[in-house]
């Protein structure tokens, strides 16, 4: 591990002026699940580390009239366990719960979820993170079984690997950044972006900018979220599907569609959404719908399988915020 300033404010206005306009200038230190990792194995070493972790304004789940607060701060554990969350949301609980490592939930939080870098074993290996030296992909020649299968056409090809970014999506959360110049909002799904050139970023967040706190609005949605994974053990998914229902009687007056790990982002599924529109859900149409949902899908050499595996995402996600209160 490179030396490294460490700093330790107590206030979002300390830690957004001890950013910098670069990202190996300084980086931001919450759990530490990911970073620590990544500074360990050399793959990112920024100049200073800025603790967050003693700034009481970050943390904390709440509602208001404007809806449920998430500080960035809170962790995977807080909002497992939030009756607060698991009323309304049930979707963001179940995806928090499929963290099933107790020290990561503990240690983790909903910012850091948000916030970490990709899975990919070439980016993890020092390769960057579109994995392609010389102009050549390792990924399209090499081992690619857990790579992207939706929005892979360009130079990326890693899944993202946030857990609760596809429930957010679909419920149509907005996120605050913070910079020593003010705060802006942005959507969930303006959040996350696909990288086109090395040195990018998977987020829209800025190198001096500090993500404060995520807002999901009240809306009275159907929700629920399913994973498919290879083992009940700490591991990332195969394939998720987050959906949020809004209900006339037994018809889906409108719906949201988002899978995660299948895509260099959480991928919405805008083809599920329209087809399931002004229909009553049965597990027929839950199965139409998600065939709609993977219809654009591009396997990669070795990763067929996870088409089927995220048909079955969405279709068992949909059946469950039927069922559910939301």
């Not at 099933?100 to 240690?107: A, C, D, E, L």
């Not at 102009?135 to 939706?150: D, F, M, P, Q």
């Amino acid at each position: 591990m490179q030396p490294f300033e460490y700093a330790n404010p107590t206030t979002v206005k300390e830690a957004v002026g001890l950013l910098g306009n670069k990202w190996d200038e300084a980086a931001v230190l919450a759990g530490g699940t990911d970073l620590i990792s990544l500074m360990k194995d050399y793959v990112y070493s920024p100049k200073r580390l800025v603790n967050i972790k003693n700034i009481k304004e970050l943390g904390g789940i709440r509602a208001d009239k404007a809806g449920l607060r998430i500080g960035a701060a809170a962790t995977i554990d807080e909002l497992a366990e939030s009756p607060l969350v698991a009323k309304n949301f049930p979707s963001l609980a179940q995806a928090a719960r499929g963290v099933t490592s107790p020290q990561i939930r503990n240690m983790g939080t909903v910012g850091g979820d948000l916030c970490q870098r990709p899975r990919c074993w070439y980016y993890r290996d020092g390769q960057g993170l579109l994995a392609s030296p010389g102009g050549r992909s390792l990924v399209t020649n090499g081992e690619n079984k857990y790579h992207a299968i939706l929005g892979n056409g360009g130079p990326a090809k890693f899944v993202s690997a946030s857990s609760l970014g596809p429930a957010l999506i679909a419920l149509g959360a907005t996120l605050t950044l913070q910079s020593s110049s003010g705060s802006r909002k942005v959507a969930a799904d303006k959040f996350f972006v696909t990288p086109s050139a090395e040195g990018s970023r998977e987020i829209a967040l800025l190198p001096n900018e500090l993500l404060t706190e995520i807002l999901v609005p009240m809306g009275g949605t159907k929700n629920a979220t399913y994973e498919v994974r290879q083992k009940e053990a700490l591991d990332w998914p195969l394939a998720t599907a987050s959906v949020a229902l809004k209900m006339s009687g037994s018809t889906v007056s409108s719906a949201r569609v988002v899978l995660g790990h299948v895509a260099p982002m959480p991928w919405a599924a805008t083809q599920a959404d329209q087809f399931l529109a002004g229909k009553s859900l049965t597990e027929a149409v839950a199965e139409d719908a998600a065939k709609a949902a993977l219809s654009n899908a591009t396997p990669l050499s070795q990763n067929a399988y996870k088409v089927q595996l995220a048909r079955v995402a969405v279709k068992r996600a949909l059946m469950a915020a039927a069922g559910a209160r939301g």
